[in-house]
C-alpha cells in the first residue's frame, strides 16, 4: 500500500451465480419477481404508515424506516444481477464496484443500528409504558434515525478508506454476483490474508455489538413481559416478537459472511443471495403476517380503494 493506489484494473468480472444459460434464463425470471415483490411490499408498508393515522407512532415510524431502508439495500445489487442473467460477460466498473461497496455497507450498518433502536423502542413500550410518549418523543425519534445513518455512513468510510488505496493490477474475477469486500480483497496485488482478516474484524465488531445489544434489549423485554399480564404488553410483545424474526434473519447471514466466514463457495453465494435479496422480501411479509394492525390496515385500504373506484 506504499505507493498508493496502483490500480490497473478498470473493471471487473462476475462469475454469478450459475454457469447454465438455461438456469441463468429461469433465475432471471425468479429473481424479478422476487425483486418487484420486494419493492411493492415496502412500498406499500411504507403507504399504510404514512396514511394510516392509526401508525402514527415511533414504533410504525421505525417500521417505515426500515421498509425504505431494505428496499433500497436491494436495490444496491438485485438489479444488477438480474441484469446479468442475460449477459454474456458480467462486468461492473472498478467506480461501480466501489459505489456497490460503499452503499451495501452503508445501508446494512445503518440497518443494524436500526434494528437495535426498533429493540429499544420495544423495551420502553413494555417495561415503560406510562413513560414512553414522554422518551419516545418525535425530535428523539429523528435523533435515532440520523444515528443510525451516521453509523452505517462511518462505518462504510472506514471500509472505503482502506479498500480505495489497494492497488489491483492482477486477476479481476470476482466469484459473486456483486462486489463485497471479502472477494475483492483477494484481487489485490499483495498479500491480503492479514487485511481481510482486518476488514471482516470491522465488519464483525459492528455486527457482534448490534447483535449483543439486541439480546440484551429482547432478555429485558422477555422478562417484563412474564412479570406482567397487561394486555398492552402483550400487543406490543406481539409486534417485537416480529422484530424479533427479522433480526435473525438478517444477522445469520451477517455474521456466517464476516464474523465466521465458511469460505465455502456456494454457501457464501446462498448467504449473499439470502442477505441482498430474501431479508428484504420477508420483512414486509412478516410484518404483515404477524401484525394484526397492519393486516386490517390492508383491509381497510383495500376496502377505500374498491369504494373510491365504484364511485367514480
Known amino acids: 500500500m506504499d505507493g498508493g493506489n496502483q490500480s490497473t484494473v478498470s473493471e471487473f468480472v462476475f462469475l454469478g451465480l450459475v454457469q447454465s444459460w438455461s438456469m441463468q434464463v429461469l433465475l432471471f425470471m425468479v429473481f424479478l419477481i422476487l425483486y418487484l415483490i420486494i419493492v411493492s411490499g415496502n412500498i406499500v408498508i411504507l403507504t399504510l404508515i404514512i396514511t394510516d393515522p392509526h401508525f402514527h407512532s415511533p414504533m410504525y415510524f421505525f417500521l417505515a424506516i426500515l421498509s425504505f431502508v431494505d428496499m433500497w ?12 442473467f442475460l449477459r454474456e460477460y458480467k462486468t461492473i466498473s472498478f467506480g461501480g464496484c466501489m459505489c456497490q461497496i460503499l452503499f451495501v455497507h452503508l445501508i446494512a450498518g445503518s440497518e443494524m443500528v436500526l434494528l437495535v433502536v ?14 414512553y410518549s414522554t422518551i419516545m418523543n418525535l425530535s428523539k425519534c429523528f435523533g435515532l434515525v440520523l444515528t443510525s445513518w451516521t453509523a452505517g455512513f462511518v462505518h462504510a468510510m472506514s471500509q472505503m478508506a482502506v ?29 491480503s490474508s492479514d487485511l481481510g482478516i482486518l ?32 394486555i398492552g404488553a402483550s400487543k406490543t410483545l406481539s409486534t417485537c416478537s416480529a422484530h424479533v424474526t427479522v433480526v435473525v434473519i438478517f444477522f445469520v447471514p451477517c455474521i456466517f459472511i464476516y464474523v465466521w466466514p465458511l469460505n465455502i ?19 414486509p411479509v412478516i410484518y404483515t403476517l404477524r401484525n394484526k394492525e397492519m393486516k386490517s390496515a390492508m383491509k381497510r385500504f383495500r376496502s377505500y380503494y374498491i369504494d373510491s373506484k365504484g364511485n367514480t
Open 73 to 84: 439495500l436491494s436495490s444496491v445489487t438485485t438489479p444488477k444481477m438480474i441484469a446479468d
Open 118 to 131: 426498533m429493540a429499544y423502542d420495544c423495551y420502553v413500550a413494555i417495561c415503560k409504558p406510562l413513560h
Open 163 to 191: 479498500i480505495v488505496q489497494l492497488p489491483f493490477c492482477g486477476p479481476r474475477e470476482i466469484d459473486s454476483f456483486f462486489c463485497d469486500i471479502p472477494l475483492v480483497i483477494k484481487l489485490t496485488c499483495m498479500d
Open 199 to 230: 476488514m471482516n474484524a470491522d465488519s464483525g465488531i459492528v455486527t457482534v455489538t448490534c447483535f449483543i445489544l439486541l439480546l440484551i434489549s429482547y432478555t429485558y423485554i422477555l422478562l417484563s413481559v412474564l412479570q406482567s399480564s397487561r
Open 265 to 283: 463457495t456456494w454457501l457464501d453465494k446462498f448467504l449473499a443471495v439470502f442477505y441482498s435479496v430474501f431479508t428484504p422480501l420477508l420483512n
